[in-house]
């Protein structure tokens, strides 16, 4: 039997829903339950990949190929479970289902409405889920009180009543602030915000409470009151250090005993957290530190990197070093020596991007890693600037560039018009949309031998995700290689170049995918702990 958490929000955004249900999920994995998590995003676009990274964080994709909400990246690293397509839907997604159906003549005759349609709609999506997991967590986006909510809060709110208390419990992550003045937290925020959930006739069973310092009992007893919550249900989420302390946090708090008290289940006491306490105490004991520059564009908005910051400090828990991030605005490179900014840092990384501003800047990044021979790891675009660097700088072609800027005479990277999906041919062009039509989701890759990445690995096949539009150009293949850039990984077929390794530097790697969405805390990925471990001899260097 599944039975299904909603979990929604109040009184701001950003108050860690994601990450609380995430944390949640992996409490119930150690309880011995098999947990899914999905999100729910209120926002029409039909995903979020066609979203500035300032406005929505990091693009999340799947192994399906979907471009999902980055909170789906939290849900992956913190219960290893692969999220899919299926696990995010938008109010996007969900018109154009209904709106397709309509043309289509599905609903004849009928008046086609935010309730019933749209609202059956949500709850197809969640409905889905039967039979998948012990545990169905929901995510309900945005905060309690969005207009784009509604549709969603209804739905839950009917999926909750037809499958009845056994089986549905809604947790409300809230807000406490604290008023200097009034030396105090308050509540009133919360009480409203729980308000407004019950006039849309959900009552939330937990309360989980953001707040940056003990919630005294006295508190938590007028929370309890107000909100006609179960005292014990009123759960403090205090701010940690780490986020990967909050599934030990709230499971010192209680949240998963209340859990399984609300669906009546029987509550085991001695949970085995040793995975995560033994996580927290590699982040928080560091033997050493390294420092590593993110060369990028995004780089005022931690979210735009999320995956990628976890990946690296995943990389410097297997590593048991801590990983000092430092962010610079690759523009920056275009009229100042990388060396004032890159002085004293022991690996350097060009993540993924898009378009042309601070491309030029990047390139010089890569010139200086590959001159001064510090670790460099390229994610992406950041392979294929290292390609464009190198094909300028080592073969002699001034015009090397990505036909992603305009058109130009030597396209080391240039635009994809076919390649193979699963034994299928995938076709595009200039003019094709630009919603999802990047090639996306997990594409495997043919390693060489005794490669710096085969050893990284520890295999010559892999499986990794993709989301990009333009590729390094193969018929450069040759004059690379000749100046010591290795085409070290290609897709099986030959034709596609994954990974680009330069053969005299102690650690110089370009990647096509991304391979930090698939690290996790207890399982980092082995391309960012051979880079940490490059970054570490690189510090010993200094
Ligand atoms: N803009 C590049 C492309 O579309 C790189 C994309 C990326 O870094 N994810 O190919």
């Known amino acids: 039997m599944t039975r299904y958490i909603f979990i ?84 996007g997604q969900v018109y154009t289902e209904v709106l397709g159906k309509e ?41 309690v009180g969005d207009i784009e909510s509604l549709p969603f809060l209804e739905a ?20 406490l602030p604290y008023i200097p003045a009034a030396g105090e937290l308050k509540t009133k925020p919360t009480q409203h915000s729980v308000k407004e959930l019950m006039s849309y006739g959900i009552r939330p069973q937990i309360l989980l409470c953001r707040a940056d310092r003990p919630i005294s009992q006295d508190e938590r ?3 309890a009151l107000f909100c006609n919550i179960d005292e014990e249900k009123v ?3 205090l701010d940690v250090k780490t986020i990967y302390e909050v599934p030990l946090s709230y499971h010192a708090e209680g949240l998963d005993c209340q859990v399984m008290n609300s669906f009546g289940l029987e509550n085991t006491p001695d949970l085995d957290l040793s995975k995560w306490e033994r996580i927290v105490r590699r982040i928080k004991e560091p033997e050493g530190a390294v420092r590593i520059a993110i060369v990028g564009k995004y780089t005022n908005l931690a979210d735009s990197y999320k995956s990628l910051n976890e990946a690296l400090i995943h990389g410097g828990i297997a590593n048991k070093v801590s990983v000092e ?77 990505s036909t992603e800027f305009g058109p130009c005479s030597e396209p080391v990277v240039g635009i994809m018009t076919e390649w193979l999906k699963e034994g299928e041919k995938e076709e595009r062009s200039e003019k094709t949309g630009k919603g999802g039509t990047m090639r996306l989701g997990a594409y495997p890759a043919s390693l060489r031998e005794s490669s710096l990445v085969a050893k990284a690995y520890g295999s010559t096949d892999i499986s ?16 690379l290689e000749a100046q010591g850039l290795i085409f070290s990984g290609l897709s099986p077929d030959g034709k596609l170049p994954e990974i680009v390794e330069l053969a005299d530097h102690p650690w110089f790697i ?9 690290s996790k805390p207890f399982d980092p990925h082995p391309l960012f702990v051979s880079f940490i471990r490059a970054a570490i001899e690189q510090s010993r260097l200094v």
Not at 159 to 167: A, L, Q
Not at 354 to 368: H, N, P
């Open 8 to 91: 929604t929000g109040g009184v701001v955004s950003s108050l860690g829903k994601g990450l609380g249900s995430a944390a949640l999920g992996a409490l119930l994995q150690a309880r011995g339950y098999k947990v899914r998590l999905c999100k729910l995003d209120p926002y029409l676009n039909v995903d979020p990949g066609t979203m500035s990274p300032f406005q929505h964080g990091e693009v999340y994709v799947t192994d399906d190929g979907a471009e999902t909400d980055l909170d789906l990246g939290h849900y992956e690293r913190f219960t290893g479970v692969p999220a899919r397509r299926h696990d995010n839907i938008t109010t």
């Open 103 to 143: 043309r289509r003549g599905d609903y004849l005759g009928a008046t086609i409405q935010v309730i019933p349609h749209i609202t059956n709609e949500i709850k197809d999506f969640i409905h889905e889920k039967e039979g998948t997991a012990d545990f169905v967590l929901c995510e309900i986006g945005g905060t």
């Open 156 to 175: 839950i709110r009917q999926f909750g009543n037809e499958i009845g208390t056994s089986r549905a419990l809604f947790i409300h992550v809230t807000l």
């Open 221 to 223: 007893k007028k929370i």
């Open 235 to 237: 759960i403090p989420a």
């Open 325 to 401: 991030l430092n962010f610079v605005e690759a523009e920056v490179f275009e009229n100042a020596d990388p060396l004032s900014y890159l002085q004293g840092i022991d690996g350097i990384l060009v993540p993924g991007g898009f378009g042309q501003r601070g491309a030029e800047g990047k390139i010089r990044a890569v010139q200086f890693a590959r001159e001064h021979k510090i670790p460099y790891f390229g994610i992406c675009f950041g392979m294929q600037m290292a390609v464009i660097e190198a094909a300028r700088n080592l073969c002699g072609l001034k015009n090397a560039n």
């Open 464 to 479: 990794e995700r993709h989301r990009h539009r333009y590729e390094v150009n193969i018929a450069y293949r040759e004059a």
């Open 510 to 518: 370009g990647v096509q995918f991304h391979p930090e969405l698939k």
